[in-house]
């Protein structure tokens, strides 16, 4: 088998590249994240052409286009009071993190010295974002502060770190590695410590979103040589349960603060599109659709 052919598919389809100024053939929707009221879900899409940052009604009515950037934009976080949103852009020609005031419209890059930085995760605190970053050969989890610009780096293992997910309580981060082998899910205290294993097994698991209470973690999880759903770890007894059965790719969950709802993405129409389900695994309905070139 070649490892490398492996891992890369995997992280294709778990973890969505931002386009650097090129039009891609098909329309995608990526990265669906909730707003803090359950209202809203903000999202990365090329359905204009270039990947742009959209928000859309949970109902599905007014989608707006965010952001205009030949460079390309994607990876929303939705910050804890609903007046900013935090997104990845090669506008710069790195990837960067940049912050979209909602009030005014007005877009600030988070640092200029965080280049080929991407997956931004907000803190409850909502000053601190997380993010995942490649400061030499690999990536690791960083924290920049919001109103200092410090960076502080979280995780330091050889192996790959990617797509933290702070908990709602402040306390742990969750965050996906290879440094098993396989990719699995992890959790270390959120100002830095020991690091603990979520998962385990031959399936390769990723992209976690915490439940609004903390309790539970949404995953995607796949085999090496197969397609992929989501599924629910308990994280005190660390048993998970699947949620999705569909004979197509179901991925990026990312469940609503109210606790009524999973977003994620999946390949159920032949491209990648954003569906909505409950936590209990009732019927996914399509959210939005189309593209207009």
């Known amino acids: 088998m070649n490892t490398k052919k492996v891992v890369w598919t ?10 650097q100024g090129q039009e891609s053939q098909r329309c995608d929707y990526h990265d669906p994240v909730w707003s803090p009221d359950s209202e809203w879900l903000a999202f990365g899409s090329n359905r204009t052409g270039d990947f742009e940052v959209f928000t859309i009604r949970r109902d599905g009515s007014e989608l707006k286009q965010l952001t205009e950037s030949e460079g390309g934009d994607g990876g929303p976080a939705w910050s804890p009071d609903g007046d900013r949103l935090a997104f990845t ?3 710069d020609d790195t990837g960067s993190l940049y912050v979209l005031d909602l009030r005014t419209g007005l877009v600030s890059p988070v640092s200029a010295t ?13 000053r601190t974002i997380f993010y995942e970053g490649r400061a030499d050969e690999n990536r690791d989890i960083y924290a920049v502060d919001l109103e200092t610009f410090a960076v502080r780096r979280v995780t330091t293992d050889p192996a790959n770190d990617f797509r933290p997910a702070p908990s709602p ?3 742990w981060l969750a965050f996906q590695s290879n440094r098993s082998g396989k990719y699995q899910l992890y959790r270390v205290p959120i100002e830095g410590g020991v690091v603990e294993a979520l998962t385990s097994g031959d399936s390769n698991s990723a992209a976690p979103k915490w439940s609004p209470d903390g309790r539970q973690i949404v995953f ?8 992929g759903d ?3 770890l308990d994280v005190e007894t660390r048993e998970a349960t699947r949620l999705t059965t569909h004979a197509a790719l179901d991925y990026a969950p990312s469940w609503s603060p109210d606790g009524s709802a999973i977003a ?13 389900t409950g936590p209990d695994a009732s019927a996914a309905v399509l959210l939005v659709d189309g593209c207009r070139q």
């Open 230 to 232: 989501l599924y629910v």
């Open 114 to 126: 965080l280049g080929r930085a991407s997956a931004p995760a907000w803190a409850p605190d909502g």
């Open 220 to 227: 995607y999880s796949a085999p090496s040589d197969g397609k």
């Open 89 to 91: 852009s090669h506008r």
């Open 264 to 276: 994620f993405v999946s390949r159920r129409t032949g491209e990648n599109r954003i569906f909505l």
């Open 169 to 171: 309580d402040g306390k």
């Open 10 to 19: 995997f992280l294709c389809a778990v973890i969505p590249t931002v386009a």
